[in-house]
DNA sequence: TACCAGAGGAG
DNA sequence: AAATCCTCTGGTA
């Protein structure tokens, strides 16, 4: 099957004209290409309440647009209403933004919709036409470049050499200044010679799909500037188009028509979970090896030394950058084309879509399918009032804190997304007619009442994705129980069940938030009362059976039962709970057991630790999980949590924190060690505060370092200064060793470990006293 | 000492 | 540019 991989739209003759792209079944063939010549433009417009499309018709005719091509009266749904609404059907796709305002505020016109959709998205949905379908038996042909750039801070600088990766094995450094004797190394005669070399190999190689890291706000814009410089225009769309670079926020997009191009960075900060982004961080995470990384200040050096071995050293790797993105692209690639199916765009905009767009997107599709006007995205004073408008959120258990044996958890599966379903809640069945006698509709305990005859539109499609990824999740294991070789459907399955799991999560998100076009505050709301609800009666029916709640949040519950109990004599409290608690939920919703866990140490609210009889830890919320602390503390809370859960030594876990003090104080410690991560959120002349990272940003900007909001600063607190962000250096400009170790002993490494050990009774001081008093033989 | 801004995590 | 709940640090008055 072919694989439609991108759509854009050219006006060819007057006429507008969707061109469609799709990689054919064979290897060997280039994309095709399909035009669609006839769908027009249009957008809706509903009549005044005092008006009806018929009269709103006549007025746009005497109104007399030339921009218009056809006027239709057509019924639809509007939230609850089925009318007649007017389909003003255009010239062109520019002629919507054109007439849109001006026929909005026509007296007999109360609003207009659909009128602030691309062309190119509109005709997807309306052919109901479905981006990377049929991509599992049809892989697309992937390519990934990188440049490196003579950077010596001035302007007009030359790109170094180009290199390039792709799935037919091509790999390739392009340059112009080459003694080395590698045989990847291509030597061209020129910069401009080099890039055009560039732009023909995509074309050759018939690429489908280009990657790069954080090509959208670099390597394309460095290129694009070279080209200009040249007076060559900048060629690798698939129809021989220039490269389109679009703002898009605050940032920048790299448009490739007919082969769509993914920057892999927005899309890794979305998947992973690191202190850092970088593509050597996102690489040895993944592949769990480190990648050649170079530093950036050699480059200047090494190309204008000349020197064959040090420019050796550069194209080593440029090449293993290029060859890297490829491999990483590989893995998150699948997620991607299964977005872009559900989502049906294509993955030029998915992969750079927010959670609530993709919701939105998603929705939009079926309204069309299911006969219903698209409500208008929020103006911005309306957006402002939403965004005033708070609500009650998830209800949290105080922990018992201290240790805990014999932790059996609990939690509602897809406890927000069954609620939903459960419970019909939907912006257009709230409070609806039909359901207006006692005992009609689902009464939310925040007192929204939600149709129980008619399914709503939201909760109708939320209801479809988890379906669809159930029977996903079946064919998943079916697979995997066959041992079968196909390890690329399973991939793939994975990667549908995992955007399925994303998108339905996304709901009860999408309906709180502020910019949704089926924002509703009272949806959102409801499903968090809910949510207490359900988790409140489940405490207290635990209650009621004898067991001991020790901890819960939103829709976890982590119980102990009476000691002495035997295993058999556990299993069966354990589904004798579960059972009762399921028969009394509604179809849509179960509780479900997670895991038995032999000891557990809780320390305040998100803030525990969990082990089990495998020795595996389990920690939530504490310094060990978080970024913004340095590794020396991490490591030895995770230690120390170790020490006292599985061995049940306290006196071993401070010795351990000993030894670490007095390795600080002997400067034993390496610098990478040290390493504070804290993200600037926002430019550095935007603070109210000036916290460490700050400070360490400032400086380091006031010697030369570019800095953005956005960027994460690793920071290192040294002697040199009074206060600690005086103190904080950004890595980079610090010697091994120029540490405080007063700081990280007293700031990092104490509060995190005490947070452990108090919890067990023990004093700080008795372990900065070297332990003489701590005799507490273990824990009660 | 009390309070605030800011960051990052949980679910 | 999905929601709220929650803890904790370092600066500031």
């Known amino acids: 099957m072919k694989v439609l991989l991108d759509a854009s739209y050219s006006?060819?003759?007057?006429?507008?004209?969707?061109?469609?792209?799709?990689?054919p079944e064979s290897d060997i063939e280039d994309k095709q290409l399909v035009s669609v010549k006839d769908f027009d433009p249009y957008f809706y417009a509903i009549p005044s309440l005092g008006s009806d499309a018929d009269v709103l018709i006549d007025a746009l005719k005497e109104a007399n647009f030339p921009q218009?091509?056809?006027?239709?009266?057509?019924?639809?749904?509007?939230?609850?209403?089925?009318?007649?609404?007017?389909?003003?059907?255009?010239?062109?796709?520019?002629?919507?933004?054109?007439?849109?305002?001006?026929?909005g505020d026509m007296r007999q016109c109360r609003e207009v919709r659909e009128a602030a959709i691309r062309f190119t998205q509109r005709y997807l949905i309306d052919a109901d036409l479905t981006p990377m379908k049929g991509v599992a038996d049809n892989k697309p042909r992937i390519a990934s470049f990188d440049i490196e750039t003579y950077h010596a801070g001035g302007t007009g600088e030359p790109i170094l050499m180009i290199s390039y990766a792709d799935t037919k094995g091509l790999e390739k450094v392009w340059t112009y200044k080459n003694t080395s004797e590698l045989d990847f190394v291509e030597?061209?005669?020129?910069?401009?010679?080099?890039?055009?070399?560039?732009?023909?190999?995509?074309?050759?190689?018939?690429?489908?799909?280009?990657?790069?890291?954080?090509?959208?706000?670099?390597?394309?814009?460095?290129?694009?500037?070279?080209?200009d410089k040249y007076g060559i225009p900048f060629i690798l769309g698939a129809d021989g188009s220039q490269v389109k670079l679009e703002r898009r926020g605050m940032d920048m997009g790299a448009r490739v028509t007919g082969r769509p191009h993914v920057d892999l960075y927005p899309v890794c900060r979305r998947v992973f979970n690191l202190p850092r982004y970088t593509l050597e961080d996102v690489y040895a995470s993944i592949f769990g090896e480190e990648k050649r990384d170079i530093n950036v200040e050699d480059i200047v050096p090494f190309w204008d030394s000349g020197d064959p071995e040090k420019l050796a050293i550069l194209f080593d790797y440029s090449m293993e950058d290029a060859k890297a993105c490829l491999k990483i692209g590989l893995e998150v690639l699948p997620l991607e084309y299964e977005l872009s199916q559900l989502i049906g765009q294509p993955m030029f905009e998915v992969s750079r879509m927010s959670s609530g767009n993709k919701v939105e997107w998603l929705l939009m599709r079926r309204a069309k399918g299911e006969g219903l006007i698209v409500p208008n995205r929020p103006d911005d004073r309306e957006m402002?009032?939403?965004?005033?408008?708070?609500?009650?959120?998830?209800?949290?258990?105080?922990?018992?804190?201290?240790?805990?044996?014999?932790?059996?958890?609990?939690?509602?599966?897809?406890?927000?997304?069954?609620?939903?379903?459960?419970?019909?809640?939907?912006?257009?069945?709230?409070?609806?007619?039909?359901?207006k006698a006692e005992g009609d509709a689902w009464v939310s305990p925040s007192g929204a009442r939600f149709c129980k005859k008619k399914k709503g539109f939201v909760p109708g499609v939320l209801e479809d994705v988890i379906k669809s990824r159930t029977r996903t999740k079946i064919e998943l294991k079916k697979l995997r129980e066959l041992n079968s070789q196909d390890k690329v459907g399973e991939k793939m399955l994975d990667a549908k069940q995992?955007?399925?799991?994303?998108?339905?999560?996304?709901?009860?998100?999408?309906?709180?938030?502020?910019?949704?076009r089926w924002y509703s505050r009272e949806c959102a709301s409801a499903v968090t009362a809910w949510g207490r609800d359900y988790i409140k009666k489940t405490i207290e029916k635990a209650n009621a059976e004898g067991m001991k709640v020790v901890y819960g949040d939103t829709d976890s519950l982590l119980i102990t039962l009476p000691e002495g109990l035997d295993e058999k004599a556990v299993l069966k409290r354990k589904n004798e709970f579960l059972s009762r608690i399921n028969k009394a939920l509604p179809p849509a919703m179960e509780l479900e057991f997670e895991g038995f866990y032999t000891r557990g140490l809780f320390v305040t609210k998100k803030r525990y630790a969990l082990?089990?009889?495998?020795?595996?830890?389990?920690?939530?919320?504490?310094?060990?999980?978080?970024?913004?602390?340095?590794?020396?503390?991490?490591?030895?809370?995770?230690?120390?949590?170790?020490?006292?859960?599985?061995?049940?030594?306290?006196?071993?876990?401070?010795?351990?924190?000993?030894?670490?003090?007095?390795?600080?104080r002997d400067k034993k410690i390496p610098l990478k060690d040290l390493i504070i991560?804290?993200?600037?959120?926002?430019?550095?002349?935007?603070?109210a505060n000036v916290a460490p990272h700050v400070y360490a940003a400032k400086k380091a900007q006031k010697r030369g370092k570019t800095i953005h909001a956005g960027d994460v600063i690793q920071y290192i607190i040294t002697r040199r200064g009074k206060s600690i962000s005086e103190k904080a250096e950004m890595l980079g400009f610090v010697d091994e060793n120029d540490y405080d170790a007063e700081y990280y002993i007293n700031n990092q490494l104490l509060p995190a470990v005490m947070r452990i050990l108090e919890a067990l009774g023990y004093k700080e001081e008795e372990l900065k006293g070297l332990g003489r008093q701590m005799t507490l033989g273990g824990f009660s």
Request: hydrophobic fraction near 40%.
């Open 187 to 227: 030597t061209l005669a020129d910069e401009k010679e080099m890039i055009q070399r560039f732009m023909d190999t995509v074309k050759q190689q018939k690429i489908d799909i280009l990657l790069t890291y954080n090509g959208d706000n670099f390597d394309f814009g460095f290129i694009k500037d070279r080209c």
């Open 384 to 435: 402002r009032e939403r965004a005033l408008g708070k609500y009650e959120g998830a209800y949290v258990v105080e922990p018992d804190k201290g240790i805990h044996e014999n932790i059996l958890v609990f939690d509602f599966k897809s406890l927000y997304p069954s609620i939903i379903i459960a419970h019909n809640v939907d912006p257009a069945t709230i409070n609806c007619d039909c359901c």
């Open 677 to 687: 991560h804290t993200q600037l959120t926002k430019n550095l002349g935007q603070y």
């Open 11 to 23: 006006v060819v003759d007057g006429k507008p004209t969707i061109d469609l792209f799709y990689k």
């Open 611 to 664: 082990m089990d009889s495998n020795k595996k830890l389990t920690v939530k919320g504490l310094e060990t999980k978080r970024r913004d602390w340095a590794i020396i503390a991490k490591r030895t809370q995770e230690e120390v949590l170790r020490t006292v859960l599985w061995e049940k030594n306290p006196e071993k876990a401070a010795e351990i924190v000993k030894a670490t003090i007095q390795d600080l």
């Open 498 to 516: 995992l955007a399925l799991k994303i998108l339905a999560n996304s709901f009860y998100g999408y309906m709180g938030y502020a910019r949704a």
């Open 68 to 103: 218009i091509k056809k006027l239709e009266k057509v019924r639809l749904i509007d939230m609850k209403d089925e009318k007649d609404v007017v389909k003003v059907v255009t010239l062109l796709p520019k002629n919507v933004p054109e007439i849109r305002d001006r026929i």
